[in-house]
């Protein structure tokens, strides 16, 4: 599977990278699997779900599973504020929220502003890093957003939300 960040970074093409925070630190998806940008609001909880599974909301008709990056991650306790978004993505013909702290914007990254993920310990595993996207003194972290989230553990989603 292709993701577009990487195309971009191999074909010397540029990449559209959704920008967005949790805690302390700057990540980015590919802007392609953006659906649309929510306010965070009110879910309904899955008995049973793992934490990080804030439940589910209905989406004009479509029962969406929202993950709380926050939770998944190890960030500490979320708070939801005015600030809070789910990001609400559309991978492999499913349709996946994602909470996030903020979003920030979106930027245009050339092939020569990814670099490769350092192999360290990090909050993120490592195969869902794609590399770390440099813009002046800014720096995105950006995942592999697609084998996140259809990674064994998240993956399960996709069976709650059938």
């Known amino acids: 599977m292709v993701n577009n960040i990487s195309a971009g970074a191999d074909s010397g093409t540029d990449a559209e990278v959704l920008s967005f925070t949790l805690g302390k630190e700057e990540y980015g998806i590919s802007i392609q699997k953006v659906q649309e940008i ?11 779900a793992p934490e990080y ?16 990056m926050r939770i998944k991650f190890n960030l500490g306790t979320p708070t939801y504020d005015e600030f809070t978004v789910v990001v609400i993505l559309n991978i492999g013909h499913r349709v996946i929220g994602m909470v996030v702290d903020s979003v920030s914007d979106v930027v245009t990254l050339g092939a020569e502003q990814i670099k490769p993920a350092p192999d360290m310990g990090s909050v993120v595993d490592t195969d869902f890093l794609l590399g770390l996207g440099t813009i ?12 996140f989230m259809s990674s064994d553990e998240i993956g399960l989603i996709s069976k709650m939300a059938a």
């Open 136 to 147: 002046g003194d800014r720096m995105l972290i950006l995942l592999d957003i697609d084998r």
């Open 38 to 48: 929510r306010g965070y609001d009110t879910v309904t909880r899955i008995a049973n």
């Open 53 to 68: 599974v804030k439940g589910v909301i209905n989406l004009r008709g479509i029962i969406v599973p929202v993950v709380d």
